[in-house]
C-alpha cells in the first residue's frame, strides 16, 4: 500500500475546447480530491432565446459551439419543427445528415489529430508536429478542408451554418458541386485508410472502467439525428424523455450540470455510439474497427478517439451514399415546409462528435418562452471523476509528470467541449 | 528581415469558432506557420509562452475577473486586436444586456445563482485599447489572412466602411426582402461576401453597425416588411445590442 501524497492542479487544461481545471490531491496514499472543474464563464444561452422568434432559435444556438455549430443547429431545429408540427422533406432529411456528416468529420479529424495525436507523437502541439511529420499534419488539414467544403456546399459554411433554416433549407448544392464532392470523397479512402493505419499504431494507454453507455438509436442506420435514446445497461427512451435520463445536479466546482442515468454517472461520445449501434456501422468501419482492435463493448475510455476514427470510415463511406441518392433523385429547390401551429413543445436531439445533445423549446404564439439545452460535455463530467478516480490510484506509482500527463490524456480523449458545456440548467416550464 | 513576429491568442466567453476558423484557414494557407511564431493558443497547443508582440483576443469580457487577464495582456501586447463578433461587439452574449440580470442568472442556475460570476458581456475595448478589430461570427478566414499579411508588413489591418448592400449588389444576388425575407444589410459593414444573402438568408448584423447607420430608416423598412416592433428588436439585437444601446445612449 502506497502512502505517497500527491498535488495535480492542471489549471486551464490545453488542447480542449473551453476552460477547464483538473485537480486531484492525494494524501498517504487516500484520494482526497478529485475533480474535473469547469471554470468557463457561464453564458446563459437558454435566458438569451426567452421571448424571441422561433425563426432565431437555430441561428443564436449555433453559437454556442463553433465545433459542433451544425448539430446546435440541427437539435434546435428539430426541437421547433416537434413544437409547431413541421414535417421535413425528404431531400431536407437527406441534405441535413449529408451536413452533419461534414460536421462529424471536421470535429473528429480536429481532435484525433490536431488535439490528441500530439500526445502519442512526442510533441507538445500540432504546430512542432507540422515540422516533425508534415505528411501527418498536411493529411489532417487535407480531410478537414473536404469535411469544411461539403458543410460549406450545404449551407454556406461550417461554424455557424447559414442555410438551414425550421422545415428545410434557403439554398441548395447543385448536382455538379455534389458530384465534385462524391469525387473528393471517394479520393479520400486513401487517406482515411492511412489514418486507420497511423491509430493502430499509437500505443493507447490501457485502463479500463465499465460505465453506462448511452447514444441515439435507430434500427436502420448508425444515428446521429432523432432516434430514442438507448443505454447499454439495457432500456430505451423516446427522446421527449429525456429529463428521466439525464436527471442534472449542480456541483460547486463546475458552471456545467452533472447527469446520471441508471448507475453514478453514464459515457456519452463515439466510444457510447459504437458501443449501442456497432451492428448499423458501414462494412469498412466495421473492419475498421477491427484493425484498430476495437470491439463492442469497449470499456476504455482512451479508445473513445480510436472510436472516433471508426466513425470517420463510416461517415466518408454513409455521405458517399447520402450524395449518390440525391443525385438518384436530383436536388429541387423547396419552400422549406411551414408550421401547423405556432404553439406548443418539443425535443431535438441528434448525436453530435461528443454524444448526445437535447434541446427544448416551449413555443407561444411563434415565441420561445421556456429554454433548456443539455450538452454532451455535461453529461460526460461525471464519467470522467469517475474515470479519474478509478486512474489515480492504478497509476500512483508513477511520477508527478506522467500522472498529469495520464489524467489530461484521459479528459482529451473525452474531446470535451468546455464552452458548450457551461449553460446547463434547470428550466421549470409552467 | 527582422525575426518573425511573437503571436498569442487568447480566449474570453465565446465558442471558439474564430480561433477554429483560424485552424481552418490554415487548410488554404499552411506557409502561415512559417511566417509568425505563435507562442500561445490553448486550443491547439500546450506549450505556453508570455513573450508575444501581437496578441488576437476572441470572446467578449463578461464577468469581473476577465479584466485583469485583458489587462495583462494589454501589457504585454504591442498591438492588441479583437478577433471576431464577441470581442468587436459582445456579440450573441450581449442579447441579454437588455434583460435583468438577476433574472437571466436565476432562470439559468435557479437558486445556486450566486455560485457563478458573471456581469453585462461587452466588446474588449471597453476594458482595453484595441489596436484593430477583425469582425464577424466567425471571422472571414480570408479577412484574417489579409490581416496578418497587414501586420507583417508593418500596417493596421483595415477594414472599409461601407454597407453590405454594396457587396451584395456586386455579387449580383437576389435582394432577399424580394423573398419575403428581412436583412440588416443596409445599416451592417461589408467584408464577408455578402455570405448570408448569398445563402438565402438575411444580415444578422454580424459585423456590426457602419459608421453612419440609419437605424430609423431601417426599421420603417422591416415595419414596410411586416414586421412588428417586438420582431424588429429581436433583429437588431441578435449581435447589436450593444451598439444600439450605445446610439440611444447618445440619443
Keep these: ?430 | 528581415m527582422s525575426a518573425k513576429p511573437k503571436v498569442a491568442f487568447f480566449e474570453f466567453t465565446s465558442c471558439e469558432g474564430c480561433q477554429l476558423t483560424v485552424v481552418d484557414s490554415l487548410q488554404d494557407h499552411p506557409e502561415l506557420l512559417d511566417t509568425v511564431e505563435i507562442v500561445q493558443f490553448r486550443e491547439a497547443m500546450s506549450e505556453k509562452g508570455e513573450d508575444y508582440a501581437i496578441a488576437f483576443i476572441e470572446g467578449s469580457c463578461s464577468r469581473p475577473s476577465d479584466e485583469p487577464k485583458l489587462q495583462a495582456i494589454r501589457q504585454q501586447a504591442a498591438i492588441v486586436v479583437a478577433l471576431g463578433a464577441c470581442a468587436h461587439l459582445g456579440g450573441v452574449n450581449a442579447i441579454r444586456n437588455r434583460m435583468p440580470l438577476q433574472e437571466v442568472r436565476e432562470y439559468v442556475y435557479g437558486d445556486r445563482a450566486e455560485w457563478f460570476e458573471t456581469y453585462e458581456p461587452r466588446p474588449i475595448k471597453d476594458v482595453i485599447k484595441v489596436d484593430a478589430v477583425i469582425p464577424g461570427c466567425p471571422i472571414d478566414r480570408r479577412e484574417f489572412i489579409k490581416a496578418v499579411t497587414h501586420l507583417l508588413q508593418g500596417r493596421m489591418p483595415f477594414i472599409p466602411d461601407q454597407p453590405l448592400c454594396m457587396e451584395c449588389k456586386l455579387k449580383e444576388n437576389i435582394c432577399v426582402y424580394t423573398r419575403g425575407k428581412v436583412c440588416l444589410g443596409p445599416i451592417t459593414l461589408a467584408g464577408c461576401d455578402a455570405i448570408c444573402p448569398t445563402y438565402g438568408d438575411g444580415c444578422e448584423g454580424c459585423r456590426g453597425l457602419i459608421a453612419n447607420p440609419n437605424i430609423e430608416a431601417m426599421r420603417q423598412v422591416m415595419h414596410e416588411h411586416g414586421l412588428t416592433d417586438e420582431a424588429i428588436d429581436a433583429k437588431l439585437s441578435m449581435f447589436l445590442t450593444n451598439q444600439i444601446m450605445a446610439l440611444e445612449e447618445a440619443g
Design chain 1, 1 to 430: 500500500m502506497t502512502t505517497k501524497s500527491l498535488k495535480v492542479d492542471v489549471h486551464h487544461l490545453t488542447r480542449v475546447e473551453g476552460h477547464g481545471n483538473i485537480v486531484v490531491d492525494v494524501q498517504n496514499g487516500e484520494l482526497k480530491q478529485c475533480e474535473l472543474q469547469i471554470v468557463e464563464t457561464p453564458r446563459f444561452f437558454e435566458a438569451m432565446l426567452r421571448g424571441r422568434p422561433y425563426s432565431d432559435s437555430s441561428h443564436i444556438t449555433s453559437r454556442i459551439c463553433g465545433i459542433c455549430a451544425v448539430g446546435h443547429a440541427t437539435a434546435s431545429l428539430r426541437a421547433t419543427e416537434k413544437a409547431l408540427g413541421v414535417q421535413p422533406s425528404e431531400q431536407t432529411v437527406l441534405l441535413r445528415k449529408l451536413n452533419f456528416h461534414g460536421e462529424i468529420l471536421d470535429s473528429h479529424i480536429l481532435h484525433a489529430y490536431m488535439l490528441v495525436a500530439p500526445d502519442f507523437l512526442g510533441v507538445g502541439s500540432v504546430i512542432p508536429l507540422a515540422k516533425s511529420a508534415p505528411e501527418v499534419v498536411l493529411r489532417a488539414l487535407r480531410m478537414k478542408k473536404l469535411a469544411g467544403d461539403l458543410c460549406k456546399a450545404i449551407s454556406g459554411r461550417h461554424t455557424h451554418p447559414i442555410a438551414m433554416t425550421v422545415g428545410g433549407f434557403t439554398h441548395f448544392p447543385t448536382s455538379e458541386e455534389l458530384a465534385a464532392l462524391r469525387e473528393r470523397l471517394v479520393a479520400m479512402r486513401a487517406d482515411v485508410d492511412t489514418t486507420v493505419e497511423l491509430f493502430s499504431t499509437l500505443p493507447i494507454p490501457d485502463f479500463s472502467r465499465d460505465t453506462e453507455y448511452i447514444a441515439l438509436h435507430k434500427p436502420d442506420e448508425y444515428c446521429f439525428i432523432d432516434g430514442v435514446i438507448a443505454s447499454t445497461d439495457g432500456g430505451t427512451w423516446p427522446t421527449e424523455d429525456y429529463r428521466r435520463v439525464t436527471n442534472e445536479t449542480i456541483v460547486p466546482h463546475s458552471s456545467a450540470k452533472h447527469t446520471a442515468n441508471q448507475r453514478e454517472s453514464y459515457m456519452v461520445g463515439a466510444l457510447a455510439r459504437f458501443n449501442v449501434n456497432y451492428d448499423q456501422l458501414h462494412p469498412r468501419a466495421k473492419a475498421a474497427a477491427a484493425t484498430l482492435g476495437l470491439k463492442p463493448k469497449n470499456t476504455n475510455p482512451y479508445m473513445n478517439t480510436v472510436a472516433q476514427v471508426v466513425e470517420i470510415v463510416h461517415c466518408v463511406e454513409d455521405a458517399i451514399r447520402l450524395i449518390d441518392q440525391l443525385l438518384a433523385r436530383g436536388v429541387v429547390w423547396e419552400e422549406p415546409a411551414p408550421p401547423t401551429r405556432l404553439s406548443g413543445e418539443g425535443v431535438g436531439a441528434c448525436d453530435v462528435p461528443r454524444g448526445t445533445l437535447f434541446h427544448n423549446y416551449v413555443i407561444e404564439d411563434g415565441k420561445v418562452i421556456g429554454a433548456n439545452c443539455i450538452i454532451p460535455t455535461g453529461q460526460n463530467l461525471a464519467n470522467i471523476e469517475a474515470d479519474m478516480r478509478k486512474l489515480v490510484p492504478e497509476i500512483l506509482d508513477r511520477t508527478q509528470e506522467q500522472i498529469t500527463r495520464a489524467l489530461e490524456m484521459l479528459v482529451r480523449a473525452y474531446d470535451p467541449c468546455i464552452s458548450c458545456s457551461t449553460h446547463l440548467l434547470n428550466v421549470q416550464f409552467v
